[in-house]
């Protein structure tokens, strides 16, 4: 029937899912961060990179700037933890304004408990690792997640080049996903740009986060476009 037909378009086709765009504020000017976030308002989410100068070789913002983005826009706040032990600080970063917290496998020893937290401050669980980091590590948590975050770049800074083997691990990831039934998103960050979106998005991303790309010379709202336009 017709509505069979549909679904299996909408399950099938990479183009027929609907792709989440999530700038990152790391690339924004800070100075005008409320202009910022209102030039991304049409966006799905805005994504916090929080950097703690330990888990990664770089130091961006903490609480006080989610706190202002929170105030400053509806978006749904995304945040990735690149901070060590990050279970020390989950409550801080809800009470601070986070919809999703998204930690990394490599920061605790104790990941199960860190998305069972997330998820009893009644926020969005979200898990990650490296490049350089096994699939498998994910494999325990991910029942238990709503996002599974695919790093294409090592984290710490913004503006670096995607590295290409990061298409056959969102594969692999779509393909757990689905054969668990999990509607979780799974999300792409590092290097993606108008150039890549539409290759990352095949692979099976349905969530891409993007710095460099969307918040650009001619404005966030030009990048943004720019992406979109990529993934028709
Ligand atoms: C990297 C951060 C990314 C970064 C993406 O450590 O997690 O979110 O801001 O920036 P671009 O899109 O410029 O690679
Ligand atoms: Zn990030």
């Given at each position: 029937?017709?509505?069979?037909?549909?679904?299996?378009?909408?399950?099938?086709?990479?183009?027929?899912?609907?792709?989440?765009?999530?700038?990152?504020?790391?690339?924004?000017d800070?100075?005008?961060?409320?202009?910022?976030?209102?030039?991304?308002?049409?966006?799905?989410?805005?994504?916090?990179?929080?950097?703690?100068?330990?888990?990664?070789?770089?130091?961006?913002?903490?609480?006080?700037?989610l706190?202002?983005?929170?105030?400053?826009?509806?978006?749904?706040?995304?945040?990735?933890?690149?901070?060590?032990?990050?279970e020390?600080?989950?409550?801080?970063?809800?009470?601070?304004?986070?919809?999703?917290?998204?930690?990394?496998?490599?920061?605790?020893?104790?990941?199960?408990r860190?998305?069972?937290?997330?998820?009893?401050?009644?926020k969005?669980?979200?898990?990650?690792?490296?490049?350089?980091?096994?699939?498998?590590?994910?494999?325990?948590?991910?029942?238990?997640?709503?996002?599974?975050l695919?790093?294409?770049?090592?984290?710490?800074?913004?503006?670096?080049?995607?590295?290409?083997?990061?298409?056959?691990?969102?594969?692999?990831?779509?393909?757990?996903?689905?054969?668990?039934?999990?509607?979780a998103?799974?999300?792409?960050d590092?290097?993606?740009?108008?150039?890549?979106?539409?290759?990352?998005?095949?692979?099976?991303?349905?969530?891409?986060?993007?710095?460099s790309?969307?918040?650009?010379?001619?404005?966030?709202?030009?990048?943004?476009?720019?992406?979109?336009?990529?993934?028709?």
């Open positions: 029937m017709g509505n069979a037909k549909l679904l299996r378009v909408t399950a099938d086709t990479p183009e027929a899912r609907r792709v989440k765009l999530a700038p990152s504020i790391l690339a924004s800070f100075a005008r961060l409320g202009d910022e976030l209102r030039a991304i308002e049409s966006a799905d989410w805005a994504h916090v990179d929080v950097m703690d100068g330990q888990f990664v070789p770089n130091i961006s913002f903490g609480l006080p700037i706190a202002a983005a929170r105030a400053a826009s509806p978006l749904f706040m995304d945040v990735h933890l690149m901070i060590e032990r990050p020390r600080y989950l409550r801080d970063f809800a009470d601070a304004g986070a919809d999703g917290l998204t930690v990394h496998v490599e920061s605790t020893a104790h990941i199960h860190a998305v069972q937290q997330i998820r009893e401050l009644g969005k669980a979200g898990v990650t690792l490296n490049p350089g980091t096994p699939l498998e590590t994910l494999r325990p948590v991910l029942a238990d997640v709503d996002l599974v695919i790093m294409s770049v090592n984290p710490g800074f913004g503006g670096q080049k995607f590295i290409p083997h990061s298409l056959e691990r969102i594969r692999t990831v779509r393909r757990w996903l689905d054969e668990t039934g999990s509607a998103e799974l999300q792409v590092g290097g993606v740009s108008a150039t890549n979106a539409r290759a990352v998005v095949a692979a099976g991303a349905s969530n891409l986060v993007a710095g790309a969307v918040f650009g010379k001619d404005g966030a709202q030009a990048g943004l476009e720019r992406l979109r336009e990529a993934l028709k």
